[in-house]
């Protein structure tokens, strides 16, 4: 069992930064690919970024390639995703969520996750 706090969320201005941070525990946190999924009202819970277990490998949405970074620190059980040039399109609750996998790979796919956080609301004003 996996257990997932995300924290970072708030009230930003368009243009403005935040970073997420998900704190795992409960297992071998390197043994986990981990991912950023986000849901706005009304829609799907879709894709952000995903990190391996390793942290060399990283995958992003189109819409946020460029602007986003996920990165991990095994060490401190934690992965963050670093939101810069934010868009009023990007309010939405973000989530963390974890995989058992080989070291080298990650997953885009949200069923392929076994364990979620709670989310963390993020939005962006105009």
């Known amino acids: 069992q996996v257990q997932l706090v995300e924290s970072g969320g708030g009230l930003v201005q368009a243009g403005g930064s935040l970073r997420l941070s998900c704190a795992a525990s409960?297992?071998?946190?390197?043994?986990?690919?981990m991912g950023w999924f986000r849901q706005a009202p009304g829609k799907e819970r879709d894709f952000v970024a995903a990190i391996s277990g390793s942290g060399h490998n990283t995958l992003y949405a189109d819409s946020v390639k460029g602007r986003f970074t996920i990165s991990r620190d095994n060490a401190k059980n934690t992965v963050y995703l670093q939101m810069n040039s934010l868009k009023p399109e990007d309010t939405a609750v973000y989530y963390c969520?974890?995989?058992?996998?080989?070291?080298?790979?990650?997953?885009?796919?949200?069923?392929?996750?076994?364990?979620w956080g709670q989310g963390t609301q993020v939005t962006v004003s105009s």
């Open positions: 409960g297992r071998t946190f390197s043994d986990y690919a």
């Open positions: 969520a974890a995989k058992a996998a080989y070291y080298s790979v990650f997953y885009r796919d949200r069923t392929a996750y076994d364990y």
